[in-house]
């Protein structure tokens, strides 16, 4: 949060903060290798969806238990896989 304020006046902290969602995104599809094969919006999504930001906005803004916290997050991420299966023939689109 603290590194949120000051990222807008420092390139160093932007730079920091682009590696680390470069990263996050490469360990997502690394754990879900089948994302491979789902439209790009689904990947986009689910990045969202099982990121710290989300998860810091349902305990912190919606005050959510960490039960309903996980609850939501495991919703929304089956939502969006559920969804993309019928189109997992088709290949990732942008």
Excluded at 41 to 56: G, H, K, R, T
Excluded at 85 to 92: E, F, L, N, V
Aim: hydrophobic share 40%.
């Amino acid at each position: 949060r603290a590194g949120d304020l000051g990222r807008r006046r420092s390139p160093f902290l932007q730079r920091q903060h682009a590696r680390l969602v470069r990263e996050l995104r490469e360990r997502l599809l690394r754990a879900l290798p089948e994302l491979a094969g789902v439209p790009e919006s689904v990947v986009e999504a689910l990045d969202v969806v099982l990121s710290f930001d989300a998860w810091d906005r349902l305990r912190s803004d919606q005050r959510l238990s960490r039960e309903r916290a996980k609850a939501a997050v495991e919703t929304a991420a089956l939502a969006l896989v559920q969804r993309a299966a019928p189109q997992k023939g088709r290949g990732r689109k942008r």
